[in-house]
C-alpha cells in the first residue's frame, strides 16, 4: 500500500506545479505588423514575396506572431516566447526601416544564407505550422528577391567585398 501511494504524491505534486505554472503567462507579441518601419515599406516586395514572408517567417521576425492556443501552456509558452524574441534579436521585419543600410544589407544576406541552408524556418516550426515549409520554388525566390533587395542597401565596396567571398 505505501509503495502505491508514493507514485500517487509525486503526481498529484507535479499536476499542482503545472498548474501553479499556468499563474505565469508570457506577454504575447501583439505589436503592428505591417507599421511605416516594416520592411514593407523598405524596398519592393512582391505579393508572392510578401506571402511567403507573412507566412513563413513573421511569427517570429515580426512584431506581431499568430497565437496559437498551446501557447497559453506554460512552460510551452515560455519557450515559444523565447524563440519569438530571439528571432526578433535577429531579424525583425517590422522594424527593418529603422535599421541602417548597412544592417538592412547584411540581414537580407543572413536571411538568403539562412533559407538557402536550410536553418530558416526552423523544423520545429514547420513541423506545426505546414504551410510554413518552403518549396524549391518557394526558396529560390525568397533567395533572389533578398539578394537583388539587398543590392539597393548595399555599398559598392560591399558589393565587391561580397563578390571576392561567394
Sequence with gaps: MKNLRKPKTILLI????ILLLQL???????????GENDIL?????????????VTS???????FTNHMWYEKIQPIGWWIHHHIDDGKRHL???????????????KLEE???MVSSGEMPMSSYTLIHGNAELTDV???ALIDWANAARSQFA??????????HH
Design 14 to 17: 507535479l499536476f499542482g506545479i
Design 24 to 34: 505565469f503567462q508570457t506577454n504575447k507579441n501583439e505589436g503592428q505588423a505591417f
Design 41 to 53: 515599406h523598405a524596398t519592393n516586395v512582391p505579393d508572392d514575396i510578401k506571402n511567403i514572408l
Design 57 to 63: 517567417c513573421y511569427d517570429c521576425h515580426s512584431d
Design 92 to 106: 525583425n521585419f517590422s522594424q527593418f526601416n529603422t535599421y541602417k543600410d548597412k544592417k538592412k544589407a547584411h
Design 111 to 113: 536571411l538568403s544564407e
Design 138 to 140: 518557394q526558396k529560390k
Design 155 to 164: 555599398s559598392p565596396e560591399q558589393e565587391e567585398h561580397q563578390e571576392e
